[in-house]
């Protein structure tokens, strides 16, 4: 089975920065897309980034040109670098994958989260 264990949350002040990680238990070259999902208090889990197995990614407004996605095939990790943080970036945090068991059926995996909270 497919698991994703993310890493790397935690307390940082507004402005400052923060790096996420995912590890995943297998190769990264079995997923089509990886992406990194929040869920704030009271609020439905959005999309953060996201970036397929071509290297595309894109983000939500809410973070472009502060968040960047990368991923390590090496080291089968993904990677979330947040900077310029806000309070309202305070969420938790998820990765998540894409992958396909054959041509027909595709599969999602979530990690546990990772809480990263933001003071002002």
């Known amino acids: 089975q497919v698991q994703l264990g993310e890493s790397g949350g935690g307390l940082v002040q507004a402005g400052g920065s923060l790096g996420l990680s995912c590890a995943a238990s297998?190769?990264?070259?079995?997923?089509?897309?990886m992406g990194w999902y929040r869920q704030a208090p009271g609020a439905q889990r959005e999309l953060v980034a996201r970036m397929t197995s071509g290297g595309t990614s894109d983000y939500a407004d809410s973070v472009k040109g502060r968040f960047f996605i990368a991923r390590d095939t090496d080291r089968n990790t993904a990677y979330l670098q947040m900077t310029r943080l806000k309070p309202e970036d305070t969420a938790v945090y998820y990765c998540?994958?894409?992958?396909?068991?054959?041509?027909?059926?595709?599969?999602?995996?979530w990690g546990q989260g990772t809480l990263v909270t933001v003071s002002s």
């Open positions: 998540n994958a894409n992958y396909y068991i054959n041509p027909h059926e595709e599969r999602e995996v």
């Open positions: 297998t190769n990264i070259y079995k997923f089509h897309a």
